[in-house]
């Protein structure tokens, strides 16, 4: 029964919450990273963009009016990473919140002293667990040029969602049957290591220093590294690009070499 429902769900929301021709090659266009997938990955990512709209609610915040186009834009980074897996991923919250620029998110936190404290540093971009996730929409348009930015907000906070999926966020998301935890985890722990030694000595870093703040910052900044500038990570750190290759059902340094054959 619930099956049938899903499935009749489904189809209502593909036919009619269809993307418009223009506004999806818009969209496409201001995510360079997207030009090396194939026609069949982007007609899967565009039902999954469709569903995943029907599914959430984006919603503008601090004067923000949310257009057509940012919805993609930003449905578009969130189904990059759950391309080949389950939308269900994204289960357990229902929003994501877009502000003009970065935001003060004033939530608490009390110390080992018990001491509360107000965090009023401004953010650009926040995932709060079993909550929103919460974006600067000037930060996601700088960000859409890894060249310049080096980063990649959406696909970061997305991240965390995915991490978030099986509890807080720790750099270890639920992984299928065939990937053993310890193997994963032995993998992030390793190169984290080396990453934050690296940080800490004050050598520059390829990949944002942001990085070595966590296991849970390393997973989320290695993600954005994995999809929109792969070959980096798997020069940097193999291991994880393995891992991931294989959690996240893509490859897409393949992508960037046929690329290549092909130009
Ligand atoms: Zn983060």
Redesign the pocket.
Known sequence: MFDSLRRWRRQRALQSLAIPEGMWRTALESLPFIAMYRDEELARLREKVVLFLDAKSIVGAGGHEVTPIQRVVIALQACVLVLNLDLAYYDGWESIVVYPDEFVPGWEWEDEAGVVHVNDEPLA???MEGGPVILSWADVVASQDWDAAGMNLAI??F??KVDMRNGT?NGCPPLPRDMPPNVWRRTLHRAFDHFEAKVDSGARTAIDP?AA?SL??FF??LSEVFFVEPRLLRHEYPDVYAQFTRFYRQDPAARVALLRDHA
Do not use: T
């Open positions: 971009g926040e995932a970061h906070e991240a965390h966020a942001y703040e849970a910052e989320a900044v």
